[in-house]
Nanobody, 121 residues
Framework: QVQLVESGGGLVQAGGSLRLSCAAS????????MGWYRQAPEKQRESVAV???????NYTDSVKGRFTVSRDNAKNTVYLQMNSLKPEDTAVYYCYAEVRSSIYSRFRGAWGQGTLVTVSS
């Protein structure tokens, strides 16, 4: 089994910064894409940022220029640096990774438990 453990959420004022981290552990042979999703109250979960194993990134329009996703493949860890935070960024942020447990298995999606980010105005 694979576990994703997030850290770094919290309360911050508008204009501030936070850095989220997510470490994958367990039976891991390889990791493909990693990324971050978020879900605000009464809204659907949305993709925020994704990074491939080769370092190609993609962001939702609302965070471009403010958020940066990165990864450390040696540590099976993905990060999300969030700058110039806005109240509308308030949400539970979930880490996601496409993981396979052996050379014979296919990649499967795994999720973290979520970490709350609250941006006050």
């Amino acid at each position: 089994q694979v576990q994703l453990v997030e850290s770094g959420g919290g309360l911050v004022q508008a204009g501030g910064s936070l850095r989220l981290s997510c470490a994958a552990s367990g039976r891991i042979f390889g990791i493909n894409a990693m990324g971050w999703y978020r879900q605000a109250p009464e809204k659907q979960r949305e993709s925020v940022a994704v990074i491939t194993s080769g370092g190609i990134t993609n962001y939702t329009d609302s965070v471009k220029g403010r958020f940066t996703v990165s990864r450390d493949n040696a540590k099976n860890t993905v990060y999300l640096q969030m700058n110039s935070l806005k109240p509308e960024d308030t949400a539970v942020y979930y880490c996601y990774a496409e993981v396979r447990s052996s050379i014979y298995s296919r990649f499967r999606g795994a999720w973290g438990q979520g970490t709350l980010v609250t941006v006050s105005s």
